[in-house]
């Protein structure tokens, strides 16, 4: 393909994908299917790589991440962001309605819209791209997070129709229940703490360092306030609707109000509407409409005179604990569920609440029979907020927690730092086993479809299986006419049946995970704290099993994004001589245990030379250095020694290294000079 063709389709890619996702993120109409756009962005993607000059900053490849940030830069708001005044009655909505009308003294049309609880965001648009993404921060100057907004589908990279050469525009970046949901399930898998709520959780995120990890937690964004110099719409809400059509995600559930009625009924609904929303909303913002009124009305040195926030109260319900409950997951980690008499709240029948750990139930001072206050304010999962001591029966004894694993009786231990407590027989232990079978074969892991539904607990009480290596044992003859009846998360019971098609589908499906690639192969093991993207880095860096399973403490942490914690755990599981055996099995079978590597080589410069890198670097990651040094013929190890010929240092290189280098007289060589070097 010339050149010219190619910028030909990659302008005709690049206006259909856009549209596409207009189309499926912010009119929630998607017209074509998932499958189709993936085979359009694969396109683009394989188009710009053939054709490094046709790639544009606003180009929808963007959207898939990959850019590393090491420091996200302070940026000065041109308009500072300011908080809202909050109020949790109603009278000081009348008194903020009285304050409008007496310092105008003309009629006040107000726009009602709901308040969503999450990150704000300013975005900054000129010529009609998004040039700049900018966290609130403390309102007058924020970071800078360009790379991982940019990863959100719903806000625009390319503007449509008669927009300004440059403005700005504000909303709140979220969490949607169902990514936060299925980010948590993630992290339950991985044996990570889990996110408190989709606020913090949303934070937390668009910090990240990497833009394909932002990209893949599918974070959304509504806007709500445009700002400019020359903008000439003389409402809010008449600027909102222009900002729409210009593809921006506007909520459709603003409304005008013309008096305080108006506004109660508005807030009235949404108490009880929000419940049915696929996000978090905390209360109503209410502004002033007209432009000219909020210029009159003018500032506070801390908020808008013209704009007010109602809060909702966290919904919260008082019910008798009945039991205390104690699971065990996959990792040893035992978590306490408090079993509650069944009481309705936003609009769910709550029967259990999780106490999480034991510390939790210390601090809330737990006894038996206790009337507990259930609270599902900003929370997916409802939680135990407080204990009413009034209520209590003076008799009633302390909830302790156990000693013992409730499933094998281990005594549990607790590692220093953590708060959970765990059984350490990871190998007798029925819920571990399980639990460590049921992520291997989980979707993004091995994929071995039709285990789920309780077949691989049938497997395991028939003695079929007891580790990951058991299932490529299995033969038809031993599945077929297995059956049981279970007890499933809803409380109902179900029956399980492998009948001749279901039988012949997992052994087929067995087999077919034989070629599931080595990174995933990683992630299935279950290595605790090693989720996707670590499972990717470590492949990315040890790109075969025996070279991760020789590595070092050492070696680990020089990989990026890779803590002394995962290391340890990295190390600490191929030390362990059960998983060897297991590990050995699986590679018999056939698995997936290394893949290629492909690193061109660029030139000799660093022939003969050994490197050790160290620190944080500002224009590339450790991993992309280590592929820099071996790509101008160099090698790179994880200690320093003797033949060490050069340490490339970046910033907060360790102390140890550095006196280390001194000692050796191992000269140390900047990211500067490093890349003067390759650049000569």
């Known amino acids: 393909m010339t050149f010219e063709k190619a910028q030909e389709r990659v302008q005709e890619l690049t206006e259909l994908l856009n549209l596409h996702n207009y189309n499926y993120y912010v009119l929630a109409q ?47 708001h041109q308009y500072p962001m300011l908080s809202l005044s909050n109020s949790y009655n109603e009278n000081e909505i009348r008194e903020f309605h009285q304050r409008i009308i007496k310092s105008l003294e003309q009629k006040v049309e107000y726009v009602c819209e709901l308040k969503f609880d ?14 700049q993404a900018v966290t609130r921060g403390d309102g007058t100057q924020g970071d800078d997070v360009t790379a991982n907004v940019k990863t959100i589908r719903s806000i625009p990279l390319r503007l449509k129709g008669d927009f300004p050469d440059v403005f700005e525009i504000r909303g709140e970046i979220y969490f949607p229940h169902a990514s936060f949901n299925a980010l948590n399930k993630l992290r339950e898998e991985d044996g990570l703490a889990l996110f408190a709520n989709p606020r913090n959780a949303a934070a937390g995120t668009l910090k990240m360092q990497d833009s394909a990890e932002v990209s893949r937690r599918k974070l959304d964004c509504w806007l709500y306030y445009l700002m400019g110099e020359n903008l000439t719409f003389k409402s809010h809400y008449e600027s909102l609707l222009a900002a729409k059509s210009w593809g921006f995600k506007i909520s459709p559930h603003m409304a005008l109000c013309n008096n305080e009625s108006d506004i109660f009924e508005y807030i009235n609904d949404w108490k009880s509407g929000r419940d049915e929303l696929p996000f978090d909303i905390d209360g109503i913002v209410i502004k002033v ?41 996959r990792t040893g980690a035992v978590t306490p569920v408090a079993n509650l008499e069944p009481v309705l709240l936003a609009g769910t029948t709550i029967k259990r609440a999780s106490l999480h750990n034991a510390d939790i139930i210390q601090s809330l001072d737990l006894h038996e029979n206790d009337w507990v206050v259930i609270e599902k304010g900003g929370e997916i999962i409802p939680k135990i907020t407080s204990v009413k001591i009034a209520l209590r029966d003076p008799k009633s004894n302390a909830v302790a927690f156990i000693s013992h694993c409730p499933a094998c009786g281990s005594m549990l231990m607790r590692t220093e730092g953590e708060s959970a407590w765990y059984c350490p027989n990871s190998y007798h232990c029925p819920p571990q086993i399980k639990g460590r079978l049921e992520h291997f074969i989980a979707r993004k892991a091995m994929n071995i479809e039709g285990l789920g539904e309780g077949r691989i607990e049938v497997l395991y009480d028939n003695r079929l299986i007891k580790n990951s290596a058991d299932l490529y044992d299995l033969h038809y003859e031993q599945l077929l006419g297995l059956e049981k009846i279970y007890e499933a998360e809803d409380g109902t019971a179900r029956k399980v049946s492998f009948r001749e098609k279901t039988s012949q589908n997992i052994i087929e499906s067995i087999n077919t995970s034989k070629s599931i690639p080595y990174p995933r192969v990683l992630f299935a093991l279950g290595i605790r704290f090693v989720g996707e993207t670590v499972a990717k880095k470590l492949a990315e860096a040890f790109p075969s099993f025996e070279l991760l399973k020789s590595a070092t403490k050492d070696h680990l942490i020089q990989v990026d994004e890779i803590g002394e914690r995962i290391a340890e755990s990295v190390v600490a599981y191929f030390e362990d001589e059960d998983n060897l055996q297991v590990l050995d099995r699986l590679i018999a079978h056939g698995l997936e245990f290394s893949h290629e590597v492909k690193n061109v080589l660029i030139s000799s410069i660093f022939e003969g030379k050994t490197f050790v890198i160290s620190g944080v670097f500002e224009k590339f990651s450790r991993d992309e250095a280590k592929n820099l040094v071996e790509q101008h013929g160099g090698k790179v190890s994880g200690s320093i020694s003797a033949k060490t010929s050069y340490i490339l240092a970046g910033d907060q290189m360790g102390p140890s290294k550095r006196e280390k280098a001194e000692k050796l007289g191992v000269p140390l060589m900047a990211e500067g000079s490093f890349l003067a070097m390759i650049n000569a």
């Not at 017209?31 to 490094?52: A, G, H, Q, R, V």
């Not at 009124?293 to 019910?319: C, D, H, M, N």
């Open 289 to 329: 409409n007209r432009f000219d009124q909020q210029q009159l009305l003018g500032f506070t040195a801390k908020s808008p005179r013209w704009a007010i926030a109602y809060k909702f109260k966290a919904e919260e319900v008082a019910t008798r604990l009945l039991s205390v409950d104690y699971q065990v997951g």
């Open 30 to 76: 998607p017209t074509i299917s998932d499958y189709e756009f993936d085979m359009l962005m694969e396109e683009l993607l394989l188009l710009e790589k053939k054709f490094p000059d046709l790639m544009q900053p606003n180009s929808p490849s963007q959207r898939v991440g990959g850019e590393i940030t090491r420091q996200f830069k302070s940026v000065i």
């Open 118 to 131: 999450g990150l704000a965001i300013s975005l900054r648009y000129e010529k009609g791209n998004l040039v």
